[in-house]
């Protein structure tokens, strides 16, 4: 069933979506939180990680998100393998990581045991698990620094550590045994004091769910849990939209907090406990959000820093949460509109950037769009930029978050909202229009932003109409004179292609053929302005950059503003 059947005809949403200003992280909070970070090297916060319960752990949670086996197999080779990047066991010095920042949260989050479990069994995985950690621990176990100690990095590594338990504890080791035990506790005590002060809603909701999980896991966690839950819900209220999304707009961050609740809630289990419906509800919410952004094939398009994702990825991860729903049409707060028609998917960013302080690897993407058919991706967005590491280099990753990196319009190379040298989103967009409804046989989305009206004076404005079978979508986008427009300014619309996709020249300038790997064929004609080729790139979930191309629009800007129209349609 399509979007338009769905719906039915004459239903309208409309709506303005403000992104607020002048609000930003007070200063005596984050000199607060300054502060409490040089204490970790005091006596004092070392006072308060040692405890006199006895040390043990009450329950096993099942270990529901899945393992990558060729991860696994590299550890059983003596190596780390991660998102491109590899470094051998032998000699690794586990105090200082000069590593990828993706690869250092791997190691710091013992994401690695999953891995292990799912290439080995308990007697061949166990001594390799042991190894690793027993070295981890002595390096870092008694030390409270980051980026080992980071909020996010011990929630994680509390309940990686709990779930992958059959193969740590193994040993019969009675020192280091202990050692993992009261490495625990002490996480347990550093995640009650860092995670209230955590600097992002995000952070602290992994931190509150940390705190919970120990609760449930630990000794004596009838006080730890009531705190950590009135945390986590209240964190949670914050960090997630009521459509699902999460603040950041990010989908990466989106699926680290399906996964880490997925796992929260088995600890419940476990214990035999009745899962709270703040946390039901929160995941219940997130799931249909995050499957919004899946393309006809279900694999993830790229937003907000995140990559292209294959459809097992994102099918195990909602196995995982235990939640079955269909995905989210259109999420106002979320910031994502999605059309299904036919076996296609047109996906939109029809919201502002997120605020500066939320954002992981914030894009300037405002009205960029991408587009599939069957398992085709036909127009999308470069992405990656939140996969820093061995193949995607910090100079790559910010060039990933620019507006040109995206499938929409771009005035003189300048992004939409701004890129700061220290990373995070500037000013740009506060608003966008919205405008969606159904008309005779098709889906009409109208939006528009105000992100380059002060620096060029032009309101965007992007018009797109899929037909209800899918198999054609045409496009407008304007430039409206708002303020003081300036005249000549080179305008791109850019269309970055997918993976095995052949362009064919016409005769006609205007007019380009695609032929997809499936072996059918599709025109892309324009009207207004001038068609050429580029070259570009996608990005895979391992942060593997791909070669291809993009299809680009160029013309300048008039007094009256400027106009382009395009159409894709599928010829047989």
Same mark, same amino acid.
């Given at each position: 069933?399509?979007?338009?059947?769905?719906?039915?005809?004459?239903?309208?949403?409309?709506?303005?979506?403000?992104?607020?200003?002048?609000?930003?992280?007070?200063?005596?909070?984050?000199?607060?939180?300054?502060?409490?970070?040089?204490?970790?090297?005091?006596?004092?916060?070392?006072?308060?990680?040692?405890?006199?319960?006895?040390?043990?752990?009450?329950?096993?949670?099942?270990?529901?998100?899945?393992?990558?086996?060729?991860?696994?197999?590299?550890?059983?080779?003596?190596?780390?393998?991660?998102?491109?990047?590899?470094?051998?066991?032998?000699?690794?010095?586990?105090?200082?990581? #000069?590593?990828?920042?993706?690869?250092?949260?791997?190691?710091?989050?013992?994401?690695?045991?999953?891995?292990?479990?799912?290439?080995?069994?308990?007697?061949?995985?166990?001594?390799?698990?042991?190894?690793?950690?027993?070295?981890?621990?002595?390096?870092?176990?008694?030390?409270?620094?980051?980026?080992?100690?980071?909020?996010?990095?011990?929630?994680?590594?509390?309940?990686?550590?709990?779930?992958?338990?059959?193969?740590?504890?193994?040993?019969?080791? *009675?020192?280091?045994?202990?050692?993992?035990?009261?490495?625990?506790?002490?996480?347990?005590?550093?995640?009650?004091?860092?995670?209230?002060?955590?600097?992002?809603?995000?952070?602290?909701?992994?931190?509150?769910?940390?705190?919970?999980?120990?609760?449930?896991?630990? *000794?004596?966690?009838?006080?730890?849990?009531?705190?950590?839950?009135?945390?986590?819900?209240?964190?949670?209220?914050?960090?997630?939209?009521?459509?699902?999304?999460?603040?950041?707009?990010?989908?990466?961050?989106?699926?680290?907090?399906?996964?880490?609740?997925?796992?929260?809630?088995?600890?419940?289990? #476990?214990?035999?406990?009745?899962?709270? #419906?703040?946390?039901?509800?929160?995941?219940?919410?997130?799931v249909p959000a995050l499957l919004g952004l899946t393309h006809s094939d279900g694999g993830l398009g790229a937003w907000q820093g995140s990559a292209h994702m294959s459809a097992k990825s994102i099918e195990a991860l909602v196995l995982a949460s235990e939640v079955r729903a269909r995905p989210h049409r259109q999420a106002l707060d979320?910031?994502?509109?999605?059309?299904?028609?036919?076996?296609?998917?047109?996906?939109?960013?029809?919201?502002?950037?997120?605020?500066?302080?939320?954002?992981?690897?914030?894009?300037?993407?405002?009205?960029?769009?991408?587009?599939?058919?069957?398992?085709?991706?036909?127009?999308?967005?470069?992405?990656?930029?939140?996969?820093?590491?061995?193949?995607? *280099?910090?100079?790559?990753?910010?060039?990933?978050?620019?507006?040109?990196?995206?499938?929409?319009?771009?005035?003189?190379?300048?992004?939409?909202?701004?890129?700061?040298?220290?990373?995070?989103?500037?000013?740009?967009?506060?608003?966008?229009?919205?405008?969606?409804?159904?008309?005779?046989?098709?889906?009409?989305?109208?939006?528009?932003?105000?992100?380059?009206?002060?620096?060029?004076?032009?309101?965007?404005?992007?018009l797109l109409i899929m037909r209800s079978d899918g198999l054609e979508l045409r496009g407008e986008d304007t430039l409206l004179p708002k303020g003081k427009p300036k005249d000549g300014t080179p305008v791109h619309v850019r269309f970055h292609l997918g993976p095995d996709i052949e362009i064919m020249p016409t005769d006609n300038v205007?007019?380009?053929?695609?032929?997809?790997?499936?072996?059918?064929?599709?025109?892309?004609?324009?009207?207004?302005?001038?068609?050429?080729?580029?070259?570009?790139?996608?990005?895979?979930?391992?942060?593997?950059?791909?070669?291809?191309?993009?299809?680009?629009?160029?013309?300048?800007?008039?007094?009256?503003?400027?106009?382009?129209?395009?159409?894709?349609?599928?010829i047989g």
């Amino acid at each position: 069933m399509t979007d338009h059947e769905a719906r039915g005809e004459g239903v309208r949403q409309a709506a303005l979506i403000v992104r607020p200003t002048g609000v930003g992280q007070n200063i005596f909070e984050r000199l607060s939180l300054q502060f409490y970070k040089l204490t970790w090297r005091t006596p004092l916060h070392s006072g308060r990680l040692v405890g006199k319960v006895p040390l043990r752990l009450i329950t096993i949670p099942q270990d529901v998100l899945k393992g990558d086996v060729a991860r696994g197999q590299a550890l059983r080779m003596g190596k780390f393998h991660y998102q491109g990047a590899e470094q051998a066991l032998s000699g690794l010095d586990y105090q200082k990581l #000069a590593l990828p920042p993706t690869m250092t949260d791997y190691i710091h989050r013992f994401g690695w045991l999953r891995d292990l479990a799912a290439a080995t069994n308990r007697g061949e995985g166990a001594p390799i698990a042991a190894s690793i950690a027993d070295e981890w621990l002595i390096a870092n176990g008694m030390k409270t620094r980051e980026p080992a100690w980071r909020v996010d990095n011990c929630a994680w590594r509390l309940l990686n550590m709990a779930a992958g338990s059959p193969l740590l504890l193994s040993s019969a080791d *009675p020192v280091y045994r202990s050692r993992v035990i009261n490495h625990f506790a002490r996480v347990a005590r550093h995640l009650d004091q860092s995670a209230p002060r955590a600097q992002s809603h995000f952070a602290k909701s992994l931190g509150w769910a940390g705190v919970v999980a120990a609760s449930l896991l630990l *000794p004596e966690g009838k006080a730890r849990r009531a705190v950590g839950e009135d945390g986590l819900a209240a964190a949670l209220q914050v960090a997630i939209f009521p459509d699902g999304g999460v603040v950041s707009r990010s989908p990466v961050q989106l699926i680290e907090l399906i996964g880490l609740l997925s796992l929260l809630k088995q600890c419940y289990n #476990a214990r035999n406990e009745m899962v709270p #419906a703040f946390l039901s509800d929160a995941i219940g919410r997130a799931v249909p959000a995050l499957l919004g952004l899946t393309h006809s094939d279900g694999g993830l398009g790229a937003w907000q820093g995140s990559a292209h994702m294959s459809a097992k990825s994102i099918e195990a991860l909602v196995l995982a949460s235990e939640v079955r729903a269909r995905p989210h049409r259109q999420a106002l707060d979320w910031g994502y509109q999605r059309v299904s028609a036919g076996k296609s998917v047109l996906l939109l960013d029809a919201g502002p950037p997120p605020l500066a302080r939320q954002s992981a690897s914030g894009c300037a993407s405002t009205l960029a769009f991408e587009l599939s058919h069957g398992s085709q991706r036909m127009f999308v967005n470069c992405g990656g930029a939140a996969l820093v590491g061995a193949t995607i *280099p910090v100079a790559l990753a910010r060039g990933l978050r620019t507006t040109a990196a995206h499938s929409t319009l771009c005035i003189n190379d300048t992004n939409s909202t701004a890129i700061l040298q220290g990373g995070q989103l500037g000013k740009g967009v506060t608003e966008v229009g919205l405008e969606r409804r159904d008309v005779d046989q098709a889906t009409r989305i109208e939006a528009s932003h105000d992100g380059y009206v002060r620096g060029f004076g032009y309101v965007h404005s992007r018009l797109l109409i899929m037909r209800s079978d899918g198999l054609e979508l045409r496009g407008e986008d304007t430039l409206l004179p708002k303020g003081k427009p300036k005249d000549g300014t080179p305008v791109h619309v850019r269309f970055h292609l997918g993976p095995d996709i052949e362009i064919m020249p016409t005769d006609n300038v205007q007019t380009t053929l695609l032929r997809m790997a499936d072996g059918s064929n599709w025109a892309f004609a324009v009207a207004g302005g001038t068609l050429s080729v580029d070259e570009s790139l996608w990005v895979d979930e391992e942060g593997r950059p791909h070669p291809t191309r993009q299809l680009v629009i160029e013309a300048p800007t008039g007094k009256g503003g400027l106009t382009f129209s395009w159409q894709l349609r599928h010829i047989g």
